[in-house]
């Protein structure tokens, strides 16, 4: 497929120039080739066109010239339901707006039962406020032989098909994530530590997940990894032991995109549950690309949307190897490391086992009937100082992260 892309700039965007190169980028990977660029400065898009018709003439031109091979037609923006109808009809050629663009990456690359599930589901609910343009067209079409209302009863009726269709296809879904949810509720059980890979798409998260396998020895365990955006569309768990036996589970999930479309965040609320529940999260970034800043923004805000804002992070710049930065370093608690490289994982590894495991101090009455509680904090915990009162033992205490809560109820308030 060949396009035009349509880029368009309101007020003052810095970062412009980086928008158009990302959404060739998505174009690309649904195979669809930019043949040309036009871009359009405004100071507030139109509301029936997105951008004003002289602009708009002007495509027409190219598209009508005999020698074109152009398709379509992609804009840089998520247009309205009308405005993507007006444009279609003014240009009498197909519109992609961003959104759909992303739509068409996931589709393409989701390939297990969850991924394409989640898919249909984004695709349905994005479908589901443009039905009223599909039919609009056909009442054109007819030239009025329709009666009046036809249209109207259509997508009453379409709508209720698709509303219908997303319930049964949530449905099944749930079942699909089944296991991974016991599997999770039986992990917080046992009080087993989680820990998520997070960010933006290409940043590296799979890459890290496959060089922690290789340290662990695990090379069946490897997850794909790729050059591409969107190489990864659900949550693979893995257990990581650490060199002191102690042990974690690592999570790498789907990576982020500036404008991700609502309904995919929404289809995908469930394979990110991994990452509400976590109790660390990772933040991979490139740091080799000069965008990584406003994608960090991006990944912060999807974060925020899907409830995970409060998870603990770490940020982990990553890529070091293709720029001048040093690594593996840890500077003010952000580490600067290469996915490719053991002794970054290593110190990534302390890390994470001094924020899961640090010890906790606190002080705990242990009344005198309960000196089982006394014995065992004796033998797993770092005893500071003892108080006898009248009722019970007054202890400041150390204690392992993973045995606090067998003693939370004796905390002193
Ligand atoms: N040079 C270099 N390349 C890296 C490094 N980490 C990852 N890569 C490459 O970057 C590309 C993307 O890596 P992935 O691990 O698939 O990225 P991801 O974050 O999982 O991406 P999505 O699954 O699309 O969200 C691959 O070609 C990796 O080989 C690194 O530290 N240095
Ligand atoms: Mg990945």
Redesign the pocket.
Known sequence: MKAILIGVCIGKESDFKEKIAEMINLADACEIEIVQTITQNLNSFHKRTYINSGKLEEIKEILEDETSEVDTVIFDAELAPAQLRNIEEILEISVIDKTSLILRIFDIRAKTREARLQVEIAKLRYKLPRLRGTYEAMDKQGGGLMNKGTGEKKIDLDGRHITNRIDSLTKELKDVQKTRETQRKQRQKKDVKSVA?V????????????QVMHLQEKEDKKV??????????TTNTRNVTLKNARSFVLS?????VSDLPHSLIQAFQSTLEEVVQADLLLH?M?V?NPEHVKQREVTLETLKEIGADEVPMINVY?????TDIAFPTCVEGDLY?????DQ?IEMMFDKIDAILFKAITTQVFIPYEKGSVVSFLNEHANIIATDYQELGTLLDIEIDHSLFHQIEEFVHQ
Do not use: P, Q, R
């Not at 960010?199 to 496959?210: E, F, I, P, R, V």
């Not at 490391?337 to 490289?341: G, L, T, V």
């Open positions: 890979l960010g933006y798409t290409n940043a590296g998260k799979s890459s890290t997940m496959n794909f990894e790729e050059n591409m955006l969107f190489a990864t569309l790498d999930t789907v990576g982020f991979i490139d080799s990553n890529k070091c190897d293709l490391i290469s996915s490719k490289d970054s």
